[in-house]
């Protein structure tokens, strides 16, 4: 039941160039933005797209796989945990950011 617990899976397209930063420690971290789609049909009885963005980070050999296979454009599978941040911007603010720690990314489809 564990593995239950802050468990998130997203279907989607990459929809930037992912970047990849190298840390001082040799690990690697890859950061992008998946587009996820949801279809409804409206009061006209018309077909609805509504696309939510998720910004996703994958460390280590997950990062290795984004940086030597996934591409803007191409459909994949995440797997991982939610991660919410807070920091506080220019005007005092604060500001919070919900992040996709991925876990695992299992490229789908073709190559773009």
């Known amino acids: 039941m564990s593995r239950l617990r802050n468990h998130v899976q997203l279907i989607g397209n990459i929809g930037d160039v992912p970047s990849i930063t190298n840390l001082e420690s040799g690990k690697k971290v890859a950061r992008f933005h998946l587009a996820t789609n949801d279809y409804y049909k409206n009061s006209n009885g018309e077909k609805v797209k509504n696309t939510d963005w998720h910004t996703v980070i994958a460390w280590g050999k ?19 945990k939610l991660k919410t941040r807070s920091y506080e911007a220019a005007d005092g603010n604060a500001r919070y ?16």
């Open 97 to 112: 950011i919900t992040e996709v720690i991925a876990e695992e990314i299992l490229l789908l489809g073709s190559k773009p």
């Open 62 to 80: 997950t990062a290795e796989v984004v940086e030597n296979y996934a591409r803007k454009g191409r459909e994949v599978g995440v797997v991982g």
